[in-house]
């Protein structure tokens, strides 16, 4: 189910996003629910790459490319 969020934005600002969603071909609306999506996506894989770095910090064993074809038995 979808739902509905209003914010209120300087001019200024909606002048920006206005510009930049007729230079992607876009409608304000979907282009700011693009750029959100975007925006997310990264705090995501942002927090997934800290938590991974405090692993190896810990002493998490890592892998080389050719380590892990080998554990896995794929070697040519």
């Not at 969020?5 to 693009?34: R, S």
């Not at 938590?51 to 064993?61: D, K, L, S, T, W």
Request: proline share 3%; charged share 40%.
């Amino acid at each position: 189910m979808n739902k509905r969020v209003t914010i209120e934005m300087p001019d200024e600002m909606h002048k920006l996003v206005a510009e930049y969603a007729a230079k992607a071909g876009a409608e304000p609306d979907a282009y700011v629910k693009e750029i959100l999506e975007q925006h997310l996506e990264d705090l995501h894989d942002i927090a997934a790459a800290e938590a991974a770095m405090e692993r190896i910090r810990n002493g998490e064993r890592t892998y080389t490319w050719e380590e892990m074809e080998r554990e896995l038995g794929l070697e040519d």
